[in-house]
């Protein structure tokens, strides 16, 4: 039976939302097939299954009819706390666990966020290149998408105070710690100068943090929350340092925030699921956590090593490649006139695929960029896939 | 700091969702002192503790590295399937398992099925009264709602046809058995002449089923989608048929729908966390479901005699009382002149609450009806609350 009057039907904020590039890319060739470098999938040998598989089991003997049962919409109070307390110590500031409020993935808090701010045409400033999740999420809400340039240090503040000065700007989203897509992270000084522009203007920043833990030396500058808490959302994830497929990160809010962002919540999805909130709060309170953050940051650099290495090996000398601090992803600038929208096209042929930077835009731009994640491939594969990358490259160049 | 900076911010749709009276009495109050018919919890004395502490055990051990890792939004397969199987026999119809996708709940659901298609302005069709939670969920897309009366028998089609003749309507929400709040069942007849009207007019139903499993006596007819496929999203729950706690529902979708929900459900967190869905998938597929579903059938049909019982006995006559044949709730009407908005103030006095039936409708009406919850509270403290709402209301009459 033909359906068309179903998609007739559909919203305008439904049509608005892109579609992932990524997805419909690993939907169509199948992911196993390929070496992919596409993805952000932490790596899997450094999930701590059995420390994981002890907690649940201690939790579900502990707690389970608790555990079963509904519960508040803001989350478990204890993982709360738990939150609360790890990053008051780590940056010297104060959170109380009643403005922590744990959700499915960061993502979520992106989504709920939006819905909280976002008329349709309302101004959001976004970094350019941004968050392909957020991009999505926040275009089921119909902002007019307003970026900046993402300097090496961050925002472009210039440009920033420039839109809060002359636009009806009512949010801006930045990923202020090895940003996903292009790894870079905001300077000291620049997350200070930010706090101070949203104060001034009263603007508000949705500060999305999911690779806070994973920096490679050392620890990353302060979030600019702890400069202008009554104008930040932060949110974490433990996706990345506990493991994705839990689902479960939160957001530090302001007070003010937290009675409609618990309104919010509760009409998507009543609550985040108990289980895994109680599973994470007993792995985080019975071991030890940095520790583990250690294995992960020791391994991701050697990971990002490796990849950088074989890029600087086989690329073409034209081609820019970032450096990463933290996070996941190494970014790549190309040379005029070679496309990576038009060469995915052939790597996909070949068994390689990638992230063109396209994704990353809001405006069609992006096409002299690539994202590639380093945490999922082994050496041989980064190896063999950097190389036809390489080679198609320079077919592509040739042809120019 | 003052932060009105903030709420002046807050969107249209945001502002467009109306508080839940059932959670904001809550908090006011403290759930533990009271006796409480308020919430919509099962009885979690009927939560099948230990066989899901086994089967958390049995996966984690088995797919701990699996559960641990991101996954597709859609839902666990083999979940999807078992869903699939069970409604394909148990209505004789067919279900793909590529047309069940996994939600956090049925709750979430509703919200993406409402962000597919609801524009500010466009009429949802919902019956009088409604489920409070939709009601928020939808009211976050601005829709304007067209109530029809729910007669002993389901839904007046005779307004709804109306209303898909001469107005613009985009959706239909219905709970078909076991209604929140009324405890209302379709009969068999109207279930067929629904589908017959959506698939005349090219209407789309939302029927929302999380009670699906929970009838007194036999099974509930055949839902709407089995006689109209191509135009009902069919939700359903594991939190009354397991336990809420674990946040996992499903939805039945068109075909053609699925690949739009699945955007939809990216942007909104990815996809449903993988630890209770292979949970869930493991105690289901290990344990005799129909032995559980028969304890819990049993265990409600006795607690609701104990409060059709004890209400007949204590309440003025005027006062019409459902007898539900299904679900968790009994709904009072009252007579002229006794406002059940009016009543709940004397009786938090005295520690009784429940819920006035104001908050399952959106004009303002209702404030003649009340629901009670009667899984989750003892028979000695059913007896001494219905006293306590008896006595109270004996006065206000009075006083009329």
Redesign the interface.
Known sequence: ?K?E???E??????RN?P??FV?SILNAVGQKEMISFA????N?LL?P??A??ES??AV??GS????????G?LGYYPLREWIANRYSAKYNMTISPETVVI???S??AI?IVS?????PG?GVILEKPSYL?AI??M???LPDFREVDLDEDGANLTQVEHLFLNDDI??MYAVTNAQNPSGISYSAEKRNDLAMLLRRY?Q?LLEDDPYNEICFEGEFPDPVRKFAP?HVAWTGSF?KMV??????GWVVL????VP?FD??K???????????QY?LHHFLTNNDLDVHLQRIREKYAEQAGFMIEALKRNLPDEIRITKPTGGMFVWLTLPEGLRSDELIQQTMKRGVIFVPGNSFYTKGQGSQHIRLNFTNAEPADIEKGVKIMADEMKKLLCAV
Do not use: C
Not at 243 to 248: E, F, I, S
Not at 266 to 276: F, G, I, P
């Open positions: 039976m359906n009057f179903l998609e039907k559909f919203s305008q904020q439904y939302i579609v992932s997805r993805g952000g999938l932490p899997p999930f299954v059995e994981l598989a649940t089991q579900m003997a389970g009819r608790a555990i079963l049962q509904y519960a919409s959700t499915n993935g993502q979520q989504d819905k909280l701010f976002i008329n309302d999740g999505q999420a275009s089921g809400y009512k949010l009263n508000f009554n996706s493991a994705p497929g839990l689902r479960n302001p007070p003010a925030l409609h309104k919010a509760q009409s998507a999805d009543l609550h985040a699921n108990n289980l895994t599973v």
